[in-house]
């Protein structure tokens, strides 16, 4: 079953507005969108004390209740620490555990690849994004 947030434009942007409404969240661009009634797009920038900074862009199915597509990427100041994204890597087997979805870490970012097991498709990814930038902090 699809996450509620995930059901229509205005359910997600009320997600995203309370959950960016934290203390923690100095300032935000994030804005939801749609040019039909079945998919949208979240995207912008979440700024959070000490110069850590979250660019974000989602891709959402309404219709489907999902996000098709996704890339999270983690700033401090001009620095990028790491990144999320659903690009498939299948000749990486250390990733099949929770395949497509992995994370980009130093220290050769490009090419150093994780696992991500909280990523999905089926509910939003933004809560858990957000407590690990602000465990960073």
């Known amino acids: 079953m699809a996450h509620p947030a995930l059901a229509s434009l205005g359910a997600y942007?009320?997600?995203?507005?309370?959950?960016?409404?934290?203390?923690?969240?100095?300032s935000?661009?994030?804005?939801?969108?749609s040019d039909s009634p079945y998919t949208g797009v979240a995207d912008g920038e979440v700024t959070f004390a000490g110069g850590l900074?979250?660019?974000m862009r989602e891709e959402l199915d309404?219709?489907?209740?999902?996000?098709?597509?996704?890339g999270y990427e983690v700033y401090r100041a001009a620095e990028r620490l790491y990144w999320y994204d659903d690009?498939?890597?299948p000749?990486?087997?250390?990733?099949?555990?929770?395949?497509?979805?992995?994370?980009?870490?130093?220290?050769?970012i490009r090419r150093n690849r994780v696992p991500?097991?909280?990523?999905?498709?089926?509910?939003p990814n933004l809560p858990l994004v957000l407590q690990e930038i602000q465990e960073l902090a």
Not at 28 to 33: K, N
Not at 91 to 108: I, M, N, R, S
Request: aromatic share 12%; proline share 11%; net charge negative.
């Open 87 to 89: 690009f498939p890597h």
């Open 53 to 55: 900074r979250l660019r």
């Open 116 to 123: 991500a097991p909280g990523l999905r498709f089926d509910r």
């Open 13 to 26: 942007s009320q997600f995203v507005a309370e959950l960016l409404n934290d203390p923690a969240v100095e």
């Open 62 to 70: 309404f219709a489907a209740g999902l996000i098709s597509a996704y």
């Open 28 to 33: 935000s661009t994030v804005a939801v969108w």
């Open 91 to 108: 000749e990486d087997p250390t990733l099949a555990v929770t395949f497509p979805h992995h994370k980009h870490v130093p220290p050769d």
